[in-house]
């Protein structure tokens, strides 16, 4: 068969949804670029147009427009012959060359098996996506092709490509909701990288598919005959399971072959949405339906736009999973995003809520993009929302939002707006107080509280589950720290800068840039921030700025300078992310106070008198003398060892003396005890020395206590 007619054959299929004009234009996109790629060969020894011919019959399969189509017949053209992308432009028009040439970038990324290369890549994809869906259409077919026509590459290159295939392509095509083609795109990928178990699961389930023929057709006649008893239109089909889905259920759902086969299922496809709901009568007055199996996505769509109704039956002695859907359902959940343009002319409410949820989804990929600070943690965000399996749940007004399963109340509120989920303090789950870190469950109501002046937890990163949440908490806190460490570090130069007689605002610009320089720094601002992280000596960049040499680098600090003869810096007890209170000495407002730089992790405060600061006279001279603020209201965690005779009622009269005090319990330890005497590990929360006093006096008046004392390990 000739070129030509090849060409005509495709003409003749878009004839059926596209007018003249535009067919000629996909026409002539066709010849232009058979004459650029003249010469040129496929591994396979075809002629090498056969290649973007075959990738614009797999787009007018889909039914894509023409511009599309056109891309499809030039992508290869800027790579392979070096045309530039004016030359398109000029023949073609801009749209079709930026199409053009966003397919070649996508072709020009190698995902190479080293995950930084492949994540860059993936952040290149991510803005082709968001400027125009297209591309990642047109770059689906080119692989799908690609992957049936991998036979003559060499086995490493196979290998890779479909590694690449399984791992970036076909969950896109899954999130764009195009199953048949992420299904064909899984198949090809799994036969190619395991030829072996792909073999053995195919023969498999000829087998099987020979000797159950009999059962299926008997379900299916019944079926068939219950939807004419009711008069309602509906076509059956038999729905096939793939290899690569069969042999991840083996693998990952640990389940033997013949129970996943054992299942009989069948799609029956309809006129209308109100059919849909008549034709599920139907089959459950015919067989019983197994509970908790029935799953209604036409009333609440996928994030991906797939509808249909699933419900599992238990009939003639086995499972029979059935999907109800009507045409255009069917058409959506084969085609995704693709079937937007098969219904352009006559737009209806599926199709659009479809592109809006894809446009959403590509907005969400943007806004982490911006956020992550570097691409592996882009692609960590991003495979987690590659990869969803949905629960659905509503905002207090009956608004229904789609989530990954496990996902939290700080998922939930991150999805609604960022600004929520950062000012995010509790919320109500069904109107009842619930906890933040609690997996939500499908149909339930949440409702999230908000403070002004709230912060994300740190602690929130070890539970939420999607992308967006985890790239916003991690995004906040870095810039909280980044904050923080600047304050800190300025803190603790002014107070090194005051021992050697000098002010941080007398110091020239031109000796802050040498000392910059000396120190290997970007910034005056990131050798602040460096000291306020612990990981330089506030007293070493102080004695450079001072000296009037950058190099003057003399260990041992003046004498003066943290001896304690300057002012102390003032805490107040609440400064975030890099002001840490030892875990060993539990130091409490009203202490005597040091503070030690940890390296990377900015200041721990220490009571003076433990056991665990530096002995020698050098490391005493680096700590940082330090003083309470007068107005401290934040509570501080002290345990207490109290020896006590054992009576009934004393554990209660304890707690009982603390609440008077208005202290707090966090715990209560029983350590050690005989038949008269025990010793109690009581841990509270107090706000300073004087209320400490006052609880442990309120607790020494309880006759049965015979000695109390602070614990300091």
Sequence with gaps: MSAEATVEGLARELSSYLDTTRINQVRR????????????????????????????????????????????????????????????????????????????KLTQIEFRSRAEAQAENFQKMTLAMARDIRVILVKLADRLHNMRTLGPMPYEKRQRIATETLDI??????????????????????????????????????????????????????????????????????????????????????????????????????????????????????????????????????????????????????????????EEMEHIANNGIAAHWMYKNEPSSVTSANQARVDRWVKGLMEMRERADDSMEFIEHVKVDLF?????????????????????????????????????????????????????????????????????????????????????IRHVLKSQKRAESLELG???????????GAKLSEISDAQKQAVVNHNQVNSFDDLISDIGLGNRMAYLVARQLASGSEVAEAIEAPRDIEGGNHSPVTIRGTEGLLVRFASCCKPIPGDPVVGVMDSGKGMVIHSDTC?????????????????????????????????????????????????????????INVEEQNARFGVVSLVVHVNGRRHLARVMRRIRNIRAITHISRVRH
């Design 29 to 104: 996109a066709y010849y232009y670029a058979e004459q650029a790629h003249e010469g040129q060969m496929r591994k396979s020894g075809d002629r090498y147009i056969t290649h973007p011919l075959a990738v614009a019959h797999i787009l007018a399969d889909l039914r894509l427009d023409h511009q599309s189509l056109m891309a499809a017949m030039l992508h290869d053209v800027i790579e392979d012959t070096g045309i530039p992308k004016d030359a398109l432009a000029e023949q073609f028009g801009d749209d079709v060359a930026e199409l053009v040439d966003g397919v070649s």
């Design 611 to 667: 056991s665990r600061l530096p002995e020698d006279d050098e490391g005493r001279a680096r700590l940082t003398h330090l003083k309470w603020a007068k107005d401290i209201t934040d509570e501080f965690s002290v345990e207490l060892r109290v020896e006590l005779e054992r009576q009934r009622g004393v554990i209660a009269e304890m707690a009982n003396a603390v609440a008077m005090a208005d202290g707090n319990i966090e715990r």
């Design 490 to 500: 300025r803190t603790l130069l002014k107070k090194s800068l005051k021992g050697f």
């Design 388 to 472: 969803p399996d949905e629960i659905y749940v509503f905002t207090p007004k009956g608004r229904i939002m789609e989530l990954p399963s496990g996902a939290t109340p700080v998922d939930f509120a991150y999805a609604i707006h960022t600004d929520i989920g950062n000012a995010t303090v509790a919320c109500r789950i069904n109107r009842n107080l619930g906890s933040l870190s609690q997996p939500l469950q499908s149909g339930q109501t949440v409702e999230i509280i908000t403070a002004p002046g709230a912060r994300p937890n740190p602690a929130w990163l070890s539970f939420v589950v999607t992308g967006k949440a985890r790239s916003s």
């Design 169 to 326: 392509y076909a969950p896109i095509a899954n999130r764009l909701g195009m199953h048949s083609i992420c299904t064909e795109l899984e198949d090809l990928g799994f036969t190619s990288l395991y030829p072996m178990r792909s073999r053995y699961i195919s023969k498999a389930v000829d087998k099987l598919r020979g000797s159950h023929r009999e059962i299926i057709e008997d379900i299916r006649g019944k079926l068939q005959e219950k939807l004419e008893e009711r008069g309602l239109p509906g076509r059956i089909l038999g729905r096939e399971k793939h290899l690569n889905s069969i042999y991840n259920k083996m693998k990952f759902k640990q389940k033997s072959f013949h129970e996943i086969m054992d299942v009989y299922a069948f799609r029956i496809i309809t006129d209308t949405e109100d059919d849909c709901y008549r034709i599920l009568g139907a089959v459950h007055s015919l067989y019983k339906p197994l509970p908790g199996r029935f799953k209604d996505y036409i009333a609440m769509p996928k994030a991906n736009g797939y509808q249909s109704i699933h419900t599992t039956l238990f009939g003639m002695h086995v499972n029979i999973e059935i999907q109800i859907r009507t």
